[in-house]
Structures are given as structure tokens and as C-alpha cells.
């Protein structure tokens, strides 16, 4: 089931929290949590890793397992409206979401 690429929009479509709660809970506190907290939720600066997502939270879509990058296409969120959409993420300076579209 796809879950990982709906969870921004519904935390932020269905939870009243402020947009950085949202991001702690889905970035670096699991991070932290498996030890992994010196690789990620660091400062944007030279030296530092390239572990970053951009994200336009006020981008609204609607869910379809067919559009999405991932392999598998249920998903109980399907034709669900939604807010807010990871545009590009990058993993130790390597692109691998760009526009929305897995690069590998």
C-alpha cells in the first residue's frame, strides 16, 4: 500500500498542528529515534549533509495510485483532495525526487 508519499499531504490536510510540528514528526524525530539524527533535520550549510526535501505545502492534488512513483498503485486514499506535495528531495547531495518524479 503507498503510504510514504501521502503522508505530508494528509498530516497536513487532517492534523491541526503547525507545519513544523508536521515536519518533526515525519522527518528528524524518527530520525533521532533510530539513531540517525547526525545525518538529518541539521542546518542548511556548507559542510553539512544534503539531506533535504522541498516541499509546497500549499499545493492541493488529488490522490491516485496510478500518478504516483512507487511501484504499488492501492492506496485507501485514492480521489482524495489532499494539501501539500513534496516537489524535490535530495539524499547526500544526490537528486532523487525531482518535480515530483523519482530519478532511480
Same mark, same amino acid.
Given at each position: 500500500?503507498?503510504?510514504?508519499?501521502?503522508?505530508?499531504?494528509?498530516?497536513?490536510?487532517? =492534523?491541526?498542528?503547525?507545519? *513544523? *510540528?508536521? =515536519?518533526?514528526? =515525519?522527518?528528524?524525530?524518527?530520525?533521532?529515534?533510530?539513531?540517525?539524527?547526525? =545525518?538529518?533535520?541539521?542546518?542548511?550549510?556548507?559542510?553539512?549533509?544534503?539531506?533535504?526535501?522541498?516541499?509546497?505545502?500549499?499545493?492541493?492534488?488529488?490522490?491516485?495510485?496510478?500518478?504516483?512513483?512507487?511501484?504499488?498503485?492501492?492506496?485507501?486514499?485514492?480521489?482524495?483532495?489532499?494539501?501539500?506535495?513534496?516537489?524535490?528531495?535530495?539524499?547526500?547531495?544526490?537528486?532523487?525526487?525531482?518535480?515530483?518524479?523519482? *530519478?532511480?
Amino acid at each position: 500500500m503507498l503510504g510514504l508519499e501521502t503522508a505530508l499531504a494528509l498530516a497536513l490536510t487532517e =492534523l491541526d498542528l503547525p507545519i *513544523q *510540528q508536521v =515536519l518533526a514528526a =515525519l522527518s528528524w524525530n524518527p530520525a533521532r529515534a533510530v539513531g540517525l539524527g547526525h =545525518l538529518h533535520g541539521r542546518p542548511i550549510a556548507e559542510g553539512e549533509p544534503a539531506n533535504l526535501c522541498v516541499i509546497d505545502p500549499e499545493a492541493t492534488w488529488t490522490v491516485s495510485g496510478r500518478a504516483m512513483a512507487s511501484r504499488s498503485t492501492n492506496t485507501p486514499y485514492e480521489g482524495r483532495e489532499v494539501r501539500g506535495r513534496v516537489r524535490h528531495t535530495v539524499l547526500f547531495g544526490e537528486p532523487v525526487v525531482i518535480g515530483g518524479e523519482a *530519478q532511480r
